[in-house]
């Protein structure tokens, strides 16, 4: 149980083309998802808390225009980067939390490669 | 400090114990977790413990906690080569809502 789908695996994009990740919670309905970038060798940077039918919290420094988060169900939140650029290239990754003990389960991650 | 801190790396030889320590900072924290990271995955939940609680044993992996001085270890019994991967420690800091403060990593290799 618990299992958290992330498409696509793996993305590589022009210089100004938006670009959708989707997160998804297979098997559990999950009220809030979370949006990790990770850069190589670093630990994960929280980028947003998504919430089924409420606008997404974002963390301080993370750009909400650049990084649209739509979460229209309890089992499905998408993360669009718009206009991508070389240096949105990252790994990124989302988590979906069960109640109780606020556990988050982890897709398998986006590497995103913006040419 | 302000950060949640591991040592970066580890070595061990297959066979032997891995201990894996972390230092957290919100000593209000329910809940603490361990995470695996594999090359190119995402994390993987391995184990977590209640902050009530002074050790956790599941299988090969034993989860010590010293709330005094905020200290989180992982020890992995007979680590195999598959167990090479980067090792998160994660807590759930008060006011934070579901929101996980993460480790910077540890890096375990495991050699024959």
């Known amino acids: 149980g618990a299992v958290v789908s992330q498409h696509p695996s793996r993305v590589i994009c022009k210089s100004g083309t938006s670009v959708k990740i989707e997160c998804r919670s297979l098997d559990f309905q999950a009220t809030t998802m979370f949006w990790y970038r990770q850069f190589p060798k670093q630990s994960l940077m929280l980028m947003a808390t998504s919430n089924e039918g409420s606008k997404a919290t974002y963390e301080q420094g993370v750009e909400k225009d650049k990084f649209l988060i739509n979460h229209a169900s309890l089992t499905l939140s998408t993360l669009t980067v718009t206009s991508a650029h070389p240096e949105d290239s990252s790994f990124y990754i989302c988590?979906?939390?069960?109640?109780?003990?606020?556990?988050?389960?982890f897709g398998a991650g986006t590497r995103l490669s913006v040419l | 400090g302000e950060d949640v801190e591991q040592s970066l790396f580890l070595s061990v030889r297959e066979g032997d114990s891995s201990v894996i320590n972390c230092t957290y900072t919100?000593?209000?924290?329910?809940?603490l977790y361990w995470y695996k990271q594999e090359p190119g995955a995402g994390l993987q939940l391995l184990t977590y413990?209640?902050?009530?609680?002074d050790m956790k044993q599941d299988q090969r992996l034993t989860v010590l906690l010293n709330k005094k001085d905020k200290h989180l270890s992982l020890r992995i019994a007979d680590t195999q080569t598959g167990d090479s991967a980067i090792y998160f420690c994660a807590e759930n800091p008060t006011g934070g809502g579901n929101k996980l403060t993460f480790g910077t990593g540890t890096q375990l290799k495991v050699e024959l």
């Open positions: 413990i209640f902050s009530n609680m």
């Open positions: 988590s979906a939390t069960l109640a109780g003990p606020g556990i988050q389960y």
């Open positions: 919100d000593s209000s924290s329910t809940y």
